[in-house]
């Protein structure tokens, strides 16, 4: 068996099935965990209502290109690019309208960047979270992800999104030009992808030190890119072969679609 497919089957075997989908206690406490953290940041975040048309399988386009409305698990607000704080949140999609059912969804880049990894692809938790270390990025929480993988919260880098399947490392983060923006699910969403299966909060996002927020409030993460993130995430990033566009390197190098993870 070759190292990718064992890593398949490891994934398979660690992918929650239907029968094990979170309690709605459940998803509300998550829920109560990830309002807290965009809550306490200034972060904007939103419900995503469920999809009725949703078809597991189906491809992005239909057969005359256009988009195919059974492809996306969740409906996504038009503009959301443009939230930069919770009060740009349309009230009907804030969190505290949140029904069974809803994605929760971070605008990524306003405080907090998400690294994606992904075991369906071959990367590994643990080995990720040592590199990371090993780069001197500083993890903030982290995520299990209803594939058996994890999301790593880490400081805002000014650093755009970006996918690569070949690591199995995602990047969820935005270009110090507003560009490049990316979405991120948090607990509080059940995946119709993953038979309702959740994401689960293993590190709670918590404050290091006492950094100052514009407004002079200490601890808060809201709008701060330091050098330190963007050398770091970037290091880790490159060190994996994974290229996004970063503008204040004014590395010019395509990036993906937002869709979250």
């Known amino acids: 068996m070759s190292a990718a497919t064992q890593a398949q089957a490891a994934a398979s075997e660690n992918m929650p099935t239907a029968h094990n989908r979170p309690p709605l206690d459940t998803l509300r406490a998550q829920l109560s965990e990830s309002q807290r953290v965009l809550d306490e940041n200034r972060i904007p975040g939103f419900r995503a209502p469920p999809n009725l048309d949703y078809r597991r399988g189906a491809p992005a386009t239909m057969p005359d290109k256009s988009p195919n409305p059974a492809y996306s698990e969740f409906h996504f607000p038009v503009g959301w690019d443009s939230f930069r704080t919770p009060d740009d ?3 009907t999609l804030r969190l505290d309208r949140w029904q069974p059912g809803d994605g929760v969804v971070m605008c990524a880049g306003l405080g907090l960047d998400g690294v994606d990894v992904d075991t369906k692809h071959g990367a590994v938790v643990e080995e990720q979270r040592q590199r990371l270390y090993g780069n001197d990025v ?3 929480g982290r995520v299990r992800t209803p594939s058996g993988g994890a999301h790593f919260y880490v400081p805002s880098s000014g650093i755009c ?8 490392v995602d990047y969820r983060g935005r270009g110090r030009d507003g560009t490049g923006s990316g979405l991120l699910y948090m607990p509080g969403t059940s995946r119709p992808l993953y038979d309702g299966a959740g994401y689960e909060w293993i590190e709670p996002v918590e404050f290091r030190g006492t950094d100052l927020d514009d407004a002079g409030q200490e601890g808060s993460l809201k709008g701060r ?3 330190e993130a963007s050398d770091t995430v970037g290091s880790y990033l490159w060190g ?3 290229k996004p566009r970063s503008y204040a390197a004014g590395k010019v190098i395509p990036t993906v679609g937002a869709t979250p993870y």
């Open 89 to 91: 949140v349309p009230e």
């Open 138 to 140: 500083s993890i903030l």
């Open 161 to 168: 999104s970006s996918s690569d399947l070949v690591s199995g």
């Open 225 to 227: 890119i330091t050098e």
């Open 240 to 242: 994996l072969g994974v």
